[in-house]
């Protein structure tokens, strides 16, 4: 029987539009499913192999007439969703608008912390942690802070069955709480530079959400800073951009645009916004990380001073900036397919499978033998390599799961490859016999090269492919009426722009979209403002975004 895997319970956890049913419904259904797994029949299910009839044969048996995700092209939410539930990244919280990241999705947020642990840590930046309770009288000290953040609070009246004497925040971000202990260590110029970074969890209550994208609590790292100099805040707030920029581009293959935010898109409570933008699969735009020059605002309303060097009793300049789990959303709709979902090595969980195929039980120990072999060389050339020796699923079926996960390469082996010392390479990025190698040597130092420089290919290509459909997908614009009409196709828009916030908000009530930011690369001379015909020193990025 082939069971429909067109998923209700992320679309009715995210999705305002499907009818709700109660969780423990839900649960059923879904654990119903996922004991009946269905994958498309891919690329590898198509290709010819070096176990000829065997591997053949397995295939045909393991193929499905229906496809297991519902394609981009025909309903790109529902694709996501799909791809979210049947990779195994996310569940839906009891919640509504609440996530479960499962181990696989969590992976990925664990390779993002790593890497960007480093970089912080490099760059001058201890991590600790602050409490996620904070007083209600905090958020209202700094005026813009609160008006920006009033709608999404989640607020605590009761705290051991009584009713509170002050009203408590779930942290929706931190720069009150910090400024208050900042108050405390920071004296005298001494103190300063003063450069933190904490790993936390975030609760905004979000009315429309979307897995790792928008949800009630999310998972980020938010660093904070404090200067003696607006110098030395701006150039952090710079810095930190920068490192997030590299980020994207090199781990994560997304070719975001870099840029400052306009004012009416500037965080509440900020000087200055910077952010890196990416374009998805459905062109929409998606703010993947930001950073703050907080100017004087926070220290002003909170009295984080300090002795200069001349002895006057100064403000703090800070800075604040952060990204969070919104990034393995970005990474899935970046670069997933009508398979599933489509990992850059350097971020994947797994970066090589290894799937022995036996057909007869006296063929069994020779090509596990061979395949641990396998493994256990890769493992110790720094590879994150698994082997799937399970007994209880076909080769076949196995192609199609690791498929779904987007591990960038396959290794097969079989009894015919294990007599002629070699293996099957597939990847996961080139479908058909294209993507598909025979006859790789098993000698370790010979496939230890092999496989990480298809690795390295596979990075270069996936971020290539990117940035071709992100550049396609740009329209220069002259004019209101190019603007409209480039937005009304989907694409991002980029024209110059010196207007103010009115028609910056015409803009968006009349369109959908908003000032993405000014891109730090900027082509040179003036030019006329597409909205006002007036002078115009920079050109700004329009778009629909998430």
Known sequence: MVVSLRLPSLSSLFLPSVSRRSPAVLRRHHHHILRTPVFAASFSAQTTVSETDDRVDTQKSNRVQDQAVTPRSK????????????????????????????????????????????????????????????????????????????????VVTIGGGKELEEKLVVRPTSETIVNHMFTQWIHSYRDLPLMV??????????????????????????????????EEAEKEAIQMIDVYTKFAYEQTAMPVIAGRKSKVETFAGAVKTYTIEAMMGDRKALQAGTSHNLGQNFSRAFGTQFTDESGLRQHVWQTSWAVSTRFVGGIIMTHGDDTGLMLPPKIAPI?????????????????????????????????????????????????NFWEMKGVPLRIEIGPRDVSSQSVVVSRRDVPGKQGKVFGISMEPSVLEAYIKDKL???????????????????????????????????????????????????????????????????????????????????????????
């Open 75 to 154: 309903d790109f939410n529902a694709w996501y969703l799909d791809v979210i539930e049947q990779a195994e990244l996310a569940d839906y919280g009891p919640v509504r608008g609440t996530m479960v990241i499962r181990p696989y999705g969590y992976a990925i947020w664990e390779a993002i912390q790593d890497y960007l642990n480093v970089k912080f840590k490099e760059t001058g930046h201890s991590n600790m942690y602050f409490p996620q309770f904070i007083p209600y009288s905090f958020i209202e000290k700094e005026a813009s802070h609160v008006e920006g953040f009033s709608p999404e609070l989640a």
């Open 197 to 230: 970074n904490q790993w936390a969890n975030v609760t905004r209550w979000e009315m429309r959400t979307k897995p790792f994208v928008r949800t009630l609590e999310f998972l980020w790292q938010e660093g904070h800073t404090a200067h003696a100099t607006p």
């Open 351 to 399: 970066q090589v499978v290894i799937i022995p195929i036996w057909k007869k039980d006296d063929d069994r120990a020779v090509v596990l033998n061979a395949a641990s072999s396998v493994k256990e060389a890769l493992h110790a050339a720094g590879i994150k390599v698994k082997l799937d020796d399970s007994d209880q699923r076909t080769p076949g079926w196995k192609f």
């Open 456 to 546: 390295d290919e596979i990075q270069s290509s996936l971020l290539e492919k990117a940035k071709s459909f992100r550049d396609s997908n740009i329209v220069d614009v002259s004019s209101y009426d190019e603007l409209k009409v480039a937005i009304s196709q989907g694409k991002w828009a980029r024209g110059p722009w010196s207007a103010g916030d009115k028609e910056e908000l015409r803009v968006k009530e009349e369109t959908g979209a908003t000032i993405r930011c000014f891109p730090f690369e900027q082509p040179r001379g003036i030019k006329s403002c597409l909205m006002t015909g007036n002078p115009a020193e920079e050109v700004a990025i329009f778009a629909k975004s998430y």
